[in-house]
């Protein structure tokens, strides 16, 4: 029994077997064979090569209608690869007399070729070659998947050195238990999508892939972000009974608050939405308590085709997601696609860039590809009849852009006017403030946009220059940092003072930890994941605004991130204490 | 047993290409004979594409070298091979 910490992500506990998604260079663990077992260690590593060449034969067959023949020429060239004497001399060498486990072996004699032909550039361009081989061996001797998970065929626990959006979007949710990553913080794609599907995730867990193998038992816990491979028994029953409790006390609490307002112990209404992926969340949105849909994150919709979806799907979407959650509004945010969020297919080759965060991503993309967002604006006013729709654009800096984008919708409904199709004439149009610029400028907005949607997520990330995916750093990545509060409240303020509404929808809003700290600066409508919900609301019902107002004004005096965080947790102590 | 070697101009300009390696290798495979190919300080086994590979890193002609029975037959099918692959533009 071995036992692994990482970020848990997404609550729940689950057991099953692992099922691997490799991506190129996954760790080999370096395992020895007894001696008398070298034979049959050469004989699996033959059976394996056999295997693989079978494997590129079918795929040959497969993709022949698809791709071009000087694409299928590169299968030729990969059994060449696999069947290579020097190859197959070298790594049957290395398990005889090193005696080397198959893929250890394997692993080991590829890295020798990927190193020597990294030595020049004009050999250097078919590493990727020797990985694509290596990796199909080591999916025969290790039982690892393609990473197709639709080849899934009964529960398991998905195990990745990292995973893309595009994948994890594809995960259906009675087929994966849970997932476990190597890479990732709290705020990434996948902890994300793990929470919008309810499956409970682990990311950050170094280590992990070297150590397990296809089929291994492994417990997940999500809530604790633990994974514990290889149980034993005593273990197994006491997770069981971790996972029976919540799952008891989360219907307890989604049962004891369902009926009940979000209202401070002074009165004061907070309005609860409920972020989404998927129209259906709609259903698990409304289930605990959510008054609308306070972000609907449409990229979702491009990575799960890996294309960009027809006008007919959009409006399919929306207007499922609208009608379940009338007369509550849906705010639909367009597409925040490019940096982590890569459609592949849909957005077209992912163009090059040295630094896809400060690049063509999101409302810039839109601009970008102007047919592409036409056709999304279509169909959110074409759906915005069957419900009560809100626009929301991300990733505004500047006023113009702004006015760029409400041309667009104001050009599309004429369109729609003129062929007769009918939409709503006054859609509400918000903007997301999560540029530091949008925020510092927030009072020039208020008089344009009518709402405002705080992205805490790129917020912090722009604001202290920290990649929240990038471990080294990711500690840095500090919601409570006095430049982001001050950015917060500006904004608050603004809208405020302009009648504008203005929530928060990023990861930020659904912590518990500064729950006091944003009610303190004014915030008054929270748009969170649907699970957290009920959670939140007996908070907010356990908090007099007063108090809160008060710890908010304290932490804003406050220029040091860890003074700041003091005050915050041991005032909030305090409350907790005396109430 | 007799050394067989020839000489095949590559055009310097050009990388070597997987697709042309690769049908030497597969034409290489069926003689018996030992095939050395080299160019510049680079010496490669013909019948492996790994070590062929490692070739597009020098520059200049490439060299064959045939050593064992059907020598002679696997020089001329293989120079035929290579002029035709590789110097075809």
Known sequence: ?579 | MTTHSAEIPVNIEENLHLRPMQLLVEAAVRFQCDLILSRGQKRADAKSILDVMMLAAEQGPLQLQANGADAPQAIEAMTALLHKELNRE
């Not at chain 1, 500047?398 to 006017?417: N, P, Q």
């Not at chain 1, 804003?556 to 305090?574: G, N, S, V």
Request: charged letters at 25%; a negative charge; proline letters at 5%.
């Open chain 1, 1 to 579: 029994m071995e036992v692994f910490k990482g970020i848990g992500v997404s609550r729940g506990v689950a057991v099953g077997d692992v099922f691997i998604i490799e991506s190129e260079r996954m760790p080999v663990r370096r395992r020895t064979i007894p001696a008398d077992q070298a034979d049959a260690e050469v004989e699996r590593y033959e059976a394996a090569v056999a295997a693989a060449i079978a494997g590129i034969h079918e795929d040959q067959e497969r993709l022949a209608p698809k791709l071009g023949d000087e694409y299928l020429a590169i299968f030729e060239t990969h059994i060449r690869m696999l069947d290579d004497r020097r190859l197959c001399d070298d790594i049957i060498d290395r398990i005889r007399t090193e005696h080397m486990a198959a893929e250890a072996a394997v692993d080991e004699v590829l890295q020798k070729y990927v190193r020597l032909l990294f030595e020049d550039p004009s050999t250097a361009r078919w590493v990727s070659d020797i990985y694509d081989v290596q990796n199909r061996l080591h999916r025969v001797l290790l039982g690892r998947s393609t990473g197709d998970v639709r080849e899934l065929t009964h529960p398991v626990i998905i195990v990745a050195e990292t995973l893309m959006p595009s994948q994890t979007v594809g995960f259906d949710r009675d087929n994966v238990l849970a997932i476990a990553m190597e890479e990732g913080g709290a705020t990434s794609h996948t902890a994300i999508i793990a929470n919008a599907l309810g499956i409970p995730a682990v990311v950050g867990v170094r280590g992990l892939t070297a150590d397990v193998r296809a089929g291994d038992r492994v417990v997940i816990d999500g809530g604790a972000g633990e994974v514990v491979v290889d149980p034993d028994d005593t273990t197994l029953a006491k997770y069981v009974e971790i996972e029976r409790d919540i799952v008891e006390s989360d219907r307890r609490l989604v049962d004891e608050q369902h009926e009940l307002p979000a209202e401070t112990l002074d009165g004061r209404r907070i309005t609860l939405y409920a972020n989404i992926e998927f129209p259906l969340e709609a259903h698990t949105a409304l289930e605990n308590g959510a008054e609308g849909i306070g972000l609907y994150r449409t990229e979702y919709l491009y990575l799960e085709k890996g294309r960009e979806p027809t006008e007919e799907e959009h409006f399919d979407a929306y207007r499922t997601a609208a009608e379940l959650m009338w007369p509550r509004p849906v705010v639909i945010r367009t597409f925040d696609l490019g940096a982590d969020k890569m459609a592949g297919a849909a957005t077209g080759p992912a163009p090059a860039e040295p630094n896809p965060f400060l690049g063509c991503r999101s409302l810039r993309l839109c601009f970008e590809r102007p047919g592409m967002f036409r056709t999304q604006i279509r169909a959110i006013l074409r759906a915005s009849v069957h419900g009560y729709i809100k626009i929301l654009f991300p990733m505004v800096m500047s006023l113009g852009e702004l006015t760029r984008a409400h041309d667009v919708v104001e050009d599309v409904r004429r369109e729609l006017d003129a062929e007769g199709i009918p939409c709503e004439s006054d859609i509400e149009i918000g903007m997301m403030i999560e540029v530091p610029a949008a925020a510092v400028m927030a009072d020039s907005f208020a008089r344009e946009a009518d709402f405002f949607s705080i992205g805490t997520n790129d917020l912090i990330q722009y604001t202290l220059a920290v990649d929240r995916g990038n471990p080294v750093v990711s500690h840095l990545f500090q919601p409570a940092h006095p430049a982001v509060i001050k950015l917060i409240k500006h904004t608050i303020d603004a809208g405020d003072a302009a009648g504008v509404p203005v929530s928060m929808c990023g990861q930020m809003s659904g912590e518990l930890a500064y729950l006091v700290l944003l009610l303190g600066l004014g915030l008054r409508q929270f748009s969170t994941s649907p699970k957290v919900l009920p959670e939140l609301k007996r908070a907010i019902r356990s908090i007099r605004l007063e108090d809160a107002r008060e710890i908010a004004a304290e932490v804003l005096q406050e220029a040091d991130i860890d003074r700041a965080l003091d005050i915050l947790t041991t005032r909030q102590q305090e409350l907790t204490d005396t109430g």
